[in-house]
């Protein structure tokens, strides 16, 4: 959460979750990270997601704020929610999103993308094709 939130770095070394299911269709800030700050999350899929929230859901985090970076991410599955869903991320502020997409099947309400609900002031770098 907002205070406590993930500050590290997370090399998931090109491995992927599988079937990760959450159902908090009353609470904020859901992911497999609800709340990254000033973190780096990086090699890492999130295959046949089922996540269900209120406010900032996403695969990989709910909310990345402050500098938070996403390099070569993927997700896939279903994300559904009210206000910021998105299929990697719910919500991110100043960050950096690179070579990473999503797959993901959305349901929202406000603010609803295929890779990000919402975003701030994000670099997103994505690979020459």
Same mark, same amino acid.
């Given at each position: 959460?907002?205070?406590?939130?993930?500050?590290?770095?997370?090399?998931?070394?090109?491995?992927?979750?599988?079937?990760?299911?959450?159902?908090?269709?009353?609470?904020?800030?859901?992911?497999?990270?609800?709340?990254?700050?000033?973190?780096?999350?990086?090699?890492?899929?999130?295959?046949?997601?089922?996540?269900?929230?209120?406010?900032?859901?996403?695969?990989?985090?709910?909310?990345?704020?402050?500098? $938070?970076?996403?390099? &070569?991410?993927? /997700?896939?599955?279903? !994300?559904? +929610? #009210?206000? *910021?869903? =998105? %299929?990697?991320? @719910?919500?991110?502020?100043? $960050?950096?999103?690179? &070579?990473?997409? /999503?797959?993901?099947? !959305?349901? +929202? #309400?406000? *603010?609803? =993308? %295929?890779?990000? @609900?919402?975003?701030?002031?994000?670099?997103?770098?994505?690979?020459?094709?």
């Amino acid at each position: 959460n907002s205070l406590t939130p993930f500050t590290g770095t997370l090399d998931g070394r090109g491995y992927s979750v599988e079937n990760l299911f959450i159902n908090a269709k009353d609470k904020n800030n859901i992911g497999l990270f609800g709340y990254a700050e000033n973190s780096e999350i990086k090699n890492l899929g999130l295959v046949k997601v089922s996540i269900s929230g209120n406010n900032k859901i996403g695969a990989l985090a709910g909310n990345i704020n402050a500098g $938070g970076k996403v390099l &070569n991410c993927f /997700s896939t599955g279903e !994300i559904s +929610g #009210n206000i *910021n869903v =998105g %299929g990697l991320i @719910g919500s991110i502020k100043e $960050g950096n999103i690179e &070579n990473s997409y /999503s797959a993901t099947n !959305i349901n +929202g #309400n406000y *603010n609803a =993308g %295929g890779l990000v @609900g919402w975003n701030v002031e994000t670099l997103l770098i994505t690979p020459m094709q």
